[in-house]
């Protein structure tokens, strides 16, 4: 026999698809759903429906959009001469945070890693090729592509792998600096942090 | 570094505390009372990890959800600090003063060497028992050696999995060898940096080794990379890469990485002989001893200080003759932890240590002419 009533068990269940949701999480969510009012539950379907009709990829940069292209690549105020290659569309928002970068995007969403099955036909590489082509990018010859992938094992390798995949088309290409936070302590600054820094220190 | 006190909650079967002496501490009872436990309490508190288990829920006392270790360690005579790590199912949370740290920066706290039987495998089992002897004593100099381990042994399975993937799939040797290249290029790095260290430390060992401990053998140590004889190691980078390139096809067929700094070895000899061969058991465990206090005189010269020495079941893995050479060797140096279930032993050491017998789970002090920290509280303090 089921602990819960079906509506219920299958709601855990879907809940428990869901990344970072255990069996726990599972149930208080569901429990959740269950003393929420009906408008509230209506106003979180609707935009769970919402969310899956109007949000598509962009098709030059793979941002999430409403509209295609993106603000990003449809704007004529940004610095078409230079793609920044991140992992996943909140990398870009960490980014653009710091309003010091104006060049285009390019969303890989996800890193290589066959553990979890992805191989590089995986990742949303295939249009980034044919971006640095100035025909493809409003006339403007790309310059750089900076590799923004995250600083662990496998979003070295997608950096090293993107690299090689440039590198006969001459194309500069650079990656993003690991080290120091900045603003912090060096006291409070975690050892590996620390030592990557010195291992990359530059001269002044 | 000394372990003043030890406060046990729901610790297998412990509960209490216990005040130590800042030299010898022989830990007795009846088998199956506990002394081991107290053992792997402070390897716990020092390393966060059990030497008997490695899923940390199997250590919490039955019927209860969390479990507690607390210990105070003097670093000097002004610096204490209060280590914590509690248990509660499968996470361990660690804390330094009451508040909460995370592994790089709680480890190095209190530096543990521990003799046990598991130990033994340094000596007498295959080569990942020795490799993990390094990389420990690695680790006790240099804290962020971890993170480079961690990221090895992550590019040795994404490695492992490519290749499996690429045989099922049946992939060209060319196909294969230009999707490794991500991977293999960390492995290089890794790899490299895995090897400098450990050629260092082994030095550092072998200028440290009290060779002739227990008489006229003597112990020499060697590490072998398994590199060695395939070309020139002064530029391991570039030997690596050259072997990584022709042997694609033979990674291929085995489905798993074949070279690497995880395919190393220490060569352990005695008299010029291979201790895992030809060792007796009384030799193999003279060996053993003799790397431990090695490894505690490396840390000494590198710290400015000991770290605690520990010793599982003295007697029996020990004679007599060595266990008092070895005891000897320590005192002036380490605070010593040894348990043993022989009244003998604790009759002949009763005016040079502090006795503390431990019968169900607590910890009790036997009146000795040894001085301690403080006075000794035993049952179920509250915590
Ligand atoms: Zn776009």
């Not at chain 2, 390897?43 to 209860?64: C, G, H, M, V, W």
């Amino acid at each position: 026999m089921l602990e819960y009533a079906e509506p219920v068990t299958k709601l855990i269940d879907e809940f428990k698809r869901l990344p970072g949701v255990g069996q726990k999480s599972a149930q208080r969510l569901a429990f959740h759903v269950l003393r929420m009012s009906e408008a509230e539950v209506e106003r979180l379907v609707a935009a769970l429906e919402e969310v899956k009709r109007k949000i598509v990829f962009c098709s030059i940069c793979n941002n999430l959009t409403d509209v295609d292209p993106c603000r990003f690549c449809a704007s004529t105020n940004r610095d078409r001469s230079i793609i920044c290659v991140v992992e996943e569309p909140y990398n870009l928002v960490a980014i653009e945070k710091t309003r010091s970068y104006h060049g285009l995007y390019h969303i890989l969403h996800g890193s290589l890693s066959p553990i979890r099955g992805i191989a590089p036909e995986d990742l949303r590489l295939a249009n980034l090729l044919p971006r640095l082509r100035p025909e493809n990018n409003d006339g403007v010859e790309v310059r750089e592509v900076i590799l923004a992938t995250n600083p662990n094992t496998e979003g070295e390798a997608t950096a090293s792998y993107i690299s090689r995949l440039l590198k006969p088309l001459g194309v500069r290409t650079t990656r993003i600096a690991m080290g120091m936070p900045v603003g912090s302590d060096l006291e409070y600054v975690d050892e590996v942090t620390m030592d990557k820094a010195l291992a990359n220190r530059h001269d002044i | 570094m000394l372990l003043e006190s030890l406060e046990v909650h729901n610790f297998r079967n412990l509960s209490g505390k216990v005040s130590w002496s800042p030299g010898l501490n022989l830990i007795f009872g009846d088998n199956g009372q506990g002394k081991t436990n107290w053992l792997e309490a402070i390897y716990l508190l020092a390393t966060t990890k059990s030497f008997r288990t490695q899923r940390p829920q199997e250590a919490i006392r039955f019927d209860e959800n969390l479990a507690i270790v607390r210990g105070v360690v003097a670093r000097s005579r002004e610096v204490q600090r209060e280590l914590q790590v509690t248990i509660q199912g499968s996470t361990k949370t660690l804390s330094v003063n009451s508040k909460r740290e995370a592994v790089a920066r709680y480890l190095g706290q209190l530096h543990t060497v521990a003799f046990t039987a598991d130990e033994l495998e340094v000596v007498r089992g295959g080569p990942d028992a020795r490799r993990k002897f390094l990389d420990r004593g690695v680790v006790s100099l240099h804290h962020t050696y971890v993170q480079t381990l961690a990221d090895y042994q992550r590019v040795i399975r994404q490695k492992n999995r490519l290749l499996q993937d690429a045989a099922d799939a049946e992939l060209s040797i060319a196909e294969t060898a230009a999707r490794l290249e991500p991977w293999n290029e960390q492995l290089i790095g890794l790899s490299a940096e895995i090897h400098r260290a450990r050629v260092d430390y082994v030095n550092r060992l072998n200028e440290a080794l009290e060779r002739k401990l227990f008489g006229h053998e003597e112990v020499s140590i060697r590490y072998v990379s398994s590199l060695e004889s395939k070309g020139d190691l002064s530029d391991y980078e570039a030997l690596l890469t050259d072997r990584l390139r022709l042997r694609v096809q033979a990674e291929m067929a085995a489905g798993y990485a074949l070279i690497g700094a995880h395919r190393d070895d220490l060569e352990i000899l005695f008299d010029g002989r291979d201790m895992r061969t030809f060792g007796s058991s009384g030799q193999q465990r003279s060996a053993l001893i003799i790397l431990d206090l090695a490894a505690v005189s490396v840390y000494h010269s590198w710290h400015s200080e000991y770290p605690l020495f520990l010793m599982d079941d003295v007697d029996a893995e020990l004679d007599r003759k060595r266990i008092d050479h070895l005891l000897e060797y320590l005192e002036g140096r380490t605070q010593t932890f040894v348990t043993t279930s022989k009244e003998g032993l604790v009759e002949r050491y009763a005016d040079r240590a502090y006795l503390v017998e431990v019968t169900n789970g607590i910890a009790q002090e036997i009146n000795t002419s040894v001085s301690k920290s403080s006075t000794v509280i035993t049952g179920t303090a509250g915590i």
